[in-house]
């Protein structure tokens, strides 16, 4: 029995407490997630709101020559340069055969290939 009592002593550094982070600091980091997300869900909006108003010229520059539709839609979403021809390709694809949820899925795309 003597034997027995390190085993619970040796089985402690297994446990992650760690994964918390410190709890002073928590208060903090979740103010600092609600602003981020406010700014992503402020963005995500605009994307969208875009996409609505603007469907069938997105549509059309994603199908054949990318425009000034597109280039608005890369500047409000936030798209890295070297994305775009990603998202130009995602857009085509589902531009090809709309879905109903079109903008939906438009917006999926842009928002992530944004930065």
């Given at each position: 029995?003597?034997?027995?009592?390190?085993?619970?002593l040796?089985?402690?550094?297994?446990c992650?407490?760690?994964?918390?982070?410190?709890?002073l600091?928590?208060?903090?980091?979740?103010?600092?997630?609600?602003?981020?997300?406010?700014?992503y869900?402020s963005?995500r909006?605009?994307?969208?709101?875009?996409?609505?108003?603007?469907?069938?010229?997105?549509?059309?520059?994603?199908?054949?020559?990318?425009?000034p539709?597109?280039?608005t839609?890369?500047?409000?979403?936030?798209?890295?340069?070297?994305?775009?021809?990603?998202v130009?390709?995602d857009?085509?694809?589902?531009?090809a055969a709309?879905?109903?949820?079109?903008?939906?899925r438009a917006t999926v795309?842009?928002?992530?290939?944004?930065?």
């Open positions: 029995m003597r034997h027995l009592l390190p085993l619970p040796l089985l402690l550094p297994a992650d407490e760690g994964h918390l982070g410190n709890p600091l928590l208060p903090v980091t979740g103010l600092a997630t609600a602003v981020e997300n406010s700014s869900n963005r909006s605009r994307v969208s709101n875009f996409l609505a108003a603007n469907q069938p010229a997105v549509m059309a520059e994603a199908l054949s020559q990318p425009g539709a597109l280039a839609l890369y500047q409000t979403a936030g798209t890295h340069p070297a994305s775009q021809p990603a130009r390709r857009l085509a694809e589902i531009s709309p879905p109903p949820d079109w903008v939906e795309i842009a928002m992530v290939h944004s930065n």
